[in-house]
């Protein structure tokens, strides 16, 4: 695959297999990447999990699902589902399906949080993991998830939360 300069930067600085494998993407899985944008985790966890799970591109811009689908085309990935929408709207994707949705750098572009938790919430089979991180609102990034959104995640109604990180990055793991 062929990747713009931004992209070898990223893949320098984050290795979207080894952060697919510390969010437990793994052989069999079925899972959703929610807020997928340009695809970076998408690819890594549709081979992960191989041709016996599957990987749920969620994503609201046409623009990107394009590109997702040509890089899962280039990589001769069978296993991804393309959903154009929201966080708030996969209405598509069964309840109680899926074993692990993640939301890699994107909560802070959910248009209601609560909707969006609550959806994923939704889609978990029962003991599954929503894994998050985001980058924080702050003096270097101006835009991102603020202190309260730890709110609507340790509220959001799953059995576990537990965050993982808090100062640049967000990063937490809640349970169903």
């Not at 969010?23 to 899985?29: D, F, Y």
């Not at 899926?98 to 609560?114: N, W």
């Amino acid at each position: 695959m062929k990747y713009r300069l931004g992209e070898k930067i990223r893949r320098l600085l984050e290795d979207p297999f080894e952060r697919m494998r510390e969010v437990g993407a793994a052989s069999g899985l079925k899972v959703a990447d929610v807020g997928a944008g340009k695809g970076f985790f998408t690819v890594a966890a549709a081979e992960l999990v191989g041709r016996g799970g599957f990987v749920y591109a969620v994503e609201p811009d046409p623009g990107r699902i394009k590109l997702i689908q040509r890089r899962c085309g280039e990589a001769r990935l069978t296993n991804v589902g393309f959903l154009e929408k929201k966080a708030e709207e996969m209405s598509q994707i069964d309840a109680e399906s899926l074993d692990l949705v993640f939301s890699m750098y994107s909560l802070h572009h959910f248009e209601c949080p609560e909707r969006g938790l609550s959806e994923i919430r939704r889609i978990l089979k029962p003991g599954g993991r929503f894994y998050v991180i985001d980058i924080m609102k702050g003096r270097i990034f101006r835009h991102g998830s603020k202190r309260r959104d730890l709110e609507f995640l340790a509220d959001s109604g799953f059995a576990k939360f537990e965050l993982l990180g808090l100062g640049r990055l967000l990063k937490a793991r809640l349970t169903k």
